[in-house]
């Protein structure tokens, strides 16, 4: 099994919807939980880290849900700018210390 | 700061070809790591350090080697280039275990 799933989409809204996409981890040691954002040809750039209590930053809200290792990000009143894929980053402790893994991503593509 | 530069950019290899792939940062972070990309597949850790003089493999280890003999630079090599090894591959450091990861632009590898 996969150790970071997500829904690879595509997703496609129109502006101003809400959206909002999942994320399933594994391995229950995993210790920190990011959400990256990379756009066609680019790098990935972090969006947000996810913490326990949840976060929010403007339109963007990440939820963690340890019982059920799953990670959540919403975006709201989405933007044409928006469009991306959103990749899901479990860093897990152990034996592959300080390793990052991603998630294969979910495409969003916002329409006007 | 320029924070994760990548060289070269772009390179075109002919099979049994060797090369080295340069990650600089200037973040004074101790983790560094080397993933490729590939359609479908998302980001794959290839090796990994967590401080200077120390590497670790990840995920697809076989037909890389690296060195961490500064704590500023990440060295890829490929010994023996071979069609599979055609992929985007980023660069990525981090302060610590529990922070998130900066990335440089990526090196578009194609290799015939």
């Known amino acids: 099994r996969k150790e970071v799933e997500q829904d690879p989409g595509p997703f496609n809204v129109p502006e101003g919807a809400t959206v909002a996409f999942n994320c399933t981890y594994s391995?229950?040691?995993?210790?920190?939980f990011f959400w990256y954002r990379q756009d066609c040809r680019k790098e990935p750039k972090l969006l947000m880290s996810?913490?326990?209590s949840g976060n929010e930053d403007g339109r963007f809200t990440a939820q963690l849900n340890r019982a059920s290792q799953y990670i959540s990000l919403l975006i709201r009143d989405s933007k044409l700018s928006d469009s991306a894929t959103y990749l899901c980053?479990?860093?897990?402790?152990?034996?592959?210390?300080?390793?990052?893994?991603f998630g294969k991503g979910t495409k969003l593509s916002v329409k006007p | 700061n320029a924070g994760v530069t990548q060289t070269p950019k772009f390179r075109v290899l002919k099979t049994g070809q060797s090369m080295t792939l340069l990650c600089a940062q200037d973040?004074?972070?101790?983790?560094m790591y080397w993933y490729r990309q590939d359609p479908g597949m998302g980001l794959r850790l290839i090796h990994y350090?967590?401080?200077?003089?120390?590497?670790a493999k990840g995920e697809v280890p076989d037909g890389y080697n690296v060195s961490r003999l500064k704590k500023q630079n990440f060295l890829l090599g490929l010994e023996s280039a071979a069609p599979s090894q055609t992929s985007v591959y980023f660069c990525?450091?981090?302060?610590?275990?529990?922070?998130?990861?900066?990335f440089g632009q990526g090196t578009r590898l194609t290799v015939v």
């Open positions: 973040m004074n972070h101790e983790y």
């Open positions: 980053v479990v860093k897990f402790y152990g034996g592959s210390q300080g390793n990052l893994i």
């Open positions: 996810v913490y326990s």
């Open positions: 391995n229950s040691a995993s210790q920190s």
């Open positions: 350090s967590v401080g200077e003089g120390t590497t």
């Open positions: 990525a450091s981090s302060f610590g275990g529990h922070t998130e990861a900066f």
